[in-house]
């Protein structure tokens, strides 16, 4: 069975997961809290780029979400991911790559505020619950 690692509030992983619900692939979600399980030696052996999201395929390991994409897209043919005219398929290769290098930097600010909030509601109550 494939295994997705990932974390809920990556856009990146969201996609990969996307992709195989519409192609109804089995897989097991593996979650990662990335206020450091990337950086464990465990998931550093998977990648040591310690990004999300991964796939595994038996002994085949996949990184970078398009990487994975395209794939699941190949093995998985049915139904395509992307459309075969080549005016769509331009389209939508625009579109993930203006996504992956304009959207996804602007929203890294945002990212990194919501995961500070987390750790810090997480450090609060830890501390609150000694007492």
Known sequence: MLK???TPISVNSRRVWVALLEKQIAFEPLALNLDGDQFEPDFL?????HRIPVLVDGDLTVV??????????AKYPAPPLLPTEVKALGIVRM????????????????TRQLLCREILRKSWHSQSNRY
């Open 4 to 6: 997705l690692y990932y």
């Open 45 to 49: 052996g998977i990648n040591p780029f």
């Open 64 to 73: 970078e979400s398009l990487a994975i994409l395209d794939y699941i897209d």
């Open 95 to 110: 579109v993930e790559m203006v996504t992956l290098n304009e959207l996804l930097p602007a929203m890294f600010p945002l």
